[in-house]
């Protein structure tokens, strides 16, 4: 749990309390602290960091097969991209310099490299730099070129994914809202009553537990599932790391 995470429990904790106190509503201790730190997580639109990371390693990529071209090392390139590094993936260039600059070897430091960015279209470019000892400046960079060019149509094809999800993600906040909105009066109405009672009170605990498994079911299945990556370290195998 992030810090913001832990202060929408703690405030929603407090307001529970306090409603089970005056009110003698104990299924506001679980449900009202749901509802303020779950709400907000299931609602929220999914982030695009992933989409604009692939789309900075575009850019990179497409310098890195400029400078290979240009007749320089692979190492001296993947050291020198770092001054002209997208701000999106400069974190884990800047550690794979670090690697580089401490001695390690490229392929141990371009497989590291691959792990921080963990997609599995970073694992194509890693595997072409791993290999780019063996290749020519010309190949080399032609190569960069292709997957630079394939690295623009995924994220094409990832921000079109994701726009076409912005549909049922509102509904799903639709019916967030209107069943709130509906719900809320109807305890306090005189056909709610049950609901008041202590039986009632874990009726209703449950139909609230069974409302937000529901949100997160739909938000499960409007998320598409990532694609596995598929480069191994040599002697390892299940897995990149």
């Not at 409603?19 to 303020?36: D, K, Q, S, Y």
């Not at 639709?174 to 202590?198: D, N, W």
């Amino acid at each position: 749990l992030g810090r913001a995470d832990l202060i929408r429990l703690a405030a929603g904790a407090a307001g529970g309390l306090l409603v089970t106190v005056f009110t003698g509503w104990f299924a506001a201790l679980p449900i009202i602290p749901l509802l303020v730190w779950g709400l907000p997580k299931l609602l929220a639109a999914p982030a695009t960091t992933r989409i604009d990371q692939l789309e900075a390693l575009e850019e990179w990529t497409r310098r890195l097969a400029s400078l290979i071209q240009t007749g320089q090392h692979l190492t001296e390139t993947l050291i020198a991209s770092l001054r002209s590094c997208p701000p999106q993936i400069h974190a884990p260039v800047e550690l794979l310099v670090a690697r580089l600059q401490a001695g390690q070897r490229p392929d141990r430091a371009l497989y590291s490299f691959a792990d921080d960015i963990d997609d599995e279209t970073s694992d194509l470019i890693a595997a072409a730099l791993i290999r780019g000892s063996t290749e020519t400046g010309e190949s080399l960079g032609r190569i960069l070129n292709d997957l630079a060019d394939m690295v623009s149509h995924e994220v094409y094809m990832r921000r079109q994914v994701h726009t076409a999800q912005q549909q049922p993600r509102s509904e799903i906040r639709l019916i967030a809202i209107i069943a709130i909105a509906l719900m809320a009066p109807l305890l306090l109405l005189p056909y709610g009553a049950f609901y008041r009672s202590p039986l009632g009170q874990l009726v209703l605990i449950a139909l609230t537990g069974l409302f937000a498994a529901m949100l997160w079911w739909m938000r499960v299945i409007a998320t598409p599932t990532p694609i596995p990556r598929f480069l191994t370290r040599p002697g390892k195998v299940g897995g990149t790391r």
